[in-house]
């Protein structure tokens, strides 16, 4: 179990370390700590992970006390932040590629009562177009197409609306053809 708290998985040399491999410092290794215990024994024993981000604890309170119960919500990459936000804002639009990880992703809302969702299964271009008639609150970014989520948010957000950009030390956007990408 201690080495699952400690893993970066297969980017990173370990969970306190940036996408870039840089250590993110001792104060925050401290505060960054007691989650990854509480989330790894909570999963240990219940055999799944806590309905709350996988996101630095400061990022996490920052959103906390800016989600309102008549929000409306738009995430890109389901994951367990999912479930936390649904139950923070009045409704979320969840944009997916892979059909599998929707499916858990629904499941999981589903058996924790929450309604206020809508799942979108979408890939290329479509999974970063938004509507011309909806605008957001609140918006995660941590699918793919990432750059172009941004780019399509821009004129989306209602004023005062928060984006959530996750690991945006990490570029996890794969260059398209002719396209130029961290200067190379």
């Known amino acids: 179990m201690f080495s699952k708290i400690f893993s970066g998985g297969d980017t990173r040399k370990s969970r306190l370390h ?30 799944r992970r806590p309905p709350v981000p996988w996101w630095p604890m400061k990022a996490i309170s920052y959103v906390e006390k800016h989600l309102q119960s008549d929000m409306k919500a738009i995430e890109f990459g389901s ?68 750059w172009k989520c941004l780019e399509a948010l821009e004129s989306k957000m209602n004023s005062g609306g928060l984006i959530y950009f996750d690991n945006a030390d990490s570029d996890k956007d794969e260059a398209e053809e002719g396209e130029v990408v961290d200067g190379e």
């Open 18 to 47: 940036t996408e870039n491999d840089v250590f993110i410092g001792f104060p925050q290794a401290i505060s960054e700590l007691p989650k990854a215990i509480a989330q790894k024994t909570h999963n240990k024993f219940t055999g």
């Open 79 to 146: 994951g367990s932040s999912t479930l936390w936000i649904a139950q923070r804002v009045e409704h979320v639009i969840i944009r997916e590629h892979d059909h599998n990880w929707a499916k858990k992703t629904e499941n999981l809302l589903a058996s924790n009562g929450a309604r206020n969702w809508d799942m979108e299964l979408r890939t290329g271009q479509d999974y970063f177009a938004l509507p011309s008639c909806r605008n957001y609150d609140f918006a995660v970014v941590d699918g793919e197409y990432r």
